[in-house]
């Protein structure tokens, strides 16, 4: 085995010692985690440094252990140097030592705490009261186990909860947190994991802090319990689960106005954009992700009906050339933005006369085209090829990207509200 002698273990200290700050940072920019809390055991000198980069680093601190096996003493080390100053904590797959090591310190500064544990689960309710006392001003809380919810209504400070990983939470204790606490956020979609067919039965949420609810992401069985009462303070409205449509933009337009709604996302549902026009829905911003009829000729010829619509992006759909063409050469002169992204389109050639598009035009129109393709079976063989944007003509009124879409929300429904509410 290689060893230094003791002569050559005294002049590398010296001259790590010796080393400015910005040598160290570049060294550890080259380094894991792991081996960046053994360079910071080598000297006091280097201590000071690498505490001052995590410092700086780790506001945002971000712990895989499936991936980062630290132990219990090198995370020790890590968070002595953040616990102060951290703001965000996320621990994933975490097991019982790590979670003592992490009630070692107190986390005065973070707001925002998030872990999974690393099954068989050890935590339980408990352990709320404990995390509580570890994060005395956090608002944001997204707890993974066999958590019940005792003992959040506790925690006064939180704004900010997710409740879809707490796989034995209990109705009532969840009416409590509902009373007790003022939730900006929410995030359920867990009821259904109970077989009781009429489980919010005699719950009552008009007594509740519903009012300040500002993002609620459910399921529809949850939705149709949270909706008996309005919620003014609403903006985003996320459904997880598949639904009649129709059914579901009626129960939505019985609690708010039309003119509310300002955007919505939607997955795998067919026929969302003559829902849209159907319902006179004055939306500014429409997303349809996953439909094999997101572009029906008759919905385009009827689409200047909305006239406030702005932004219309179609990701991962499957749409005819001539579809487009025909959007395009409209005339829909109050959209802005039209983007295709990610689908798969029935020709290898998408070809558009500029001079047609801009007609009559007194606005900008962004045109986004990005990876889409053709797919064709060739000899029992699925073949994919990229389809290619022909222009013909240029105009300033008429600009071409290729963006990447944001990360797909594949949830069938996103319901953004105009933050003026009526009520």
């Known amino acids: 085995m290689f060893s230094l002698e003791p002569a050559q273990k005294h002049l590398g200290k010296f001259i790590m010692e010796s080393l400015n700050e910005d040598c160290v940072l570049k060294i550890c920019s080259y380094l894991n985690l792991r081996d960046q809390i053994s360079l910071q055991q080598v000297c006091s000198h280097l201590t000071q440094i690498i505490k001052r980069h995590w410092i700086s680093k780790y506001k945002h601190c971000e712990c895989h252990f499936l991936k980062q096996h ?29 979670y003592e090591t992490l009630k070692k310190f107190t986390y005065t500064k973070a707001w925002n705490f998030r872990f999974t544990q690393l099954s068989p689960y050890f935590m339980n309710d408990n352990d709320i009261k404990d995390l509580a006392d570890i994060f005395p001003n956090l608002r944001s809380f997204s707890p993974h186990g066999y958590f019940t919810g005792e003992h959040i209504k506790s925690w006064s400070t939180l704004t900010d909860l997710s409740l879809s990983y707490c796989y034995k939470l209990n109705p009532l204790t969840f009416l409590d947190i509902m009373n007790n606490l003022k939730l900006e956020k929410l995030q359920l979609n867990i009821f259904p994991n109970y077989k009781a067919p009429d489980i919010f039965n005699g719950l009552d949420l008009q007594t509740s802090h519903v009012k300040y609810l500002t993002h609620l992401q459910l399921n529809t069985y949850e939705f149709y319990y949270f909706v008996c009462e309005r919620l003014p303070a609403l903006k985003q409205l996320i459904l997880t689960n598949h639904y009649n449509p129709q059914q579901i933009f009626d129960v939505l337009l019985s609690k708010w106005k039309c003119s509310e709604i300002m955007a919505l996302e939607t997955s795998n549902i067919n026929h969302i954009l003559i829902n849209c026009l159907n319902l006179n829905m004055n939306i500014e911003k429409l997303i349809i992700i996953n439909d094999v009829n997101a572009l029906p000729l008759n919905a385009i010829d009827s689409l200047h009906q909305l006239t406030q619509l702005r932004e219309l992006s179609l990701n991962a759909c499957e749409l005819d050339v001539a579809a487009i063409q025909q959007l395009l050469y409209s005339g829909c002169f109050h959209l802005e933005l039209i983007s295709i992204a990610l689908c798969q389109l029935n020709e290898a050639f998408l070809k558009l006369n500029v001079r047609d598009i801009i007609i009559n035009r ?18 029992g063989e699925l073949q994919t090829r990229n389809v290619v944007l022909e222009l013909n003509g240029t105009h300033s009124l008429f600009e071409v990207t290729e963006i990447p879409t944001n990360k797909l929300l594949y949830e069938p429904l996103c319901v953004t509200f105009h933050s003026n509410q009526i009520n």
């Open 70 to 98: 630290l132990s219990s003493s090198e995370l020790q080390n890590l968070l002595a140097a953040i616990c102060e100053t951290v703001e965000i904590i996320e621990f994933r797959f975490f097991n019982k030592l790590q």
């Open 362 to 379: 007194n606005k900008n129109l962004r045109f986004n085209f990005y990876s889409n393709t053709l797919e064709k079976i060739n000899d």
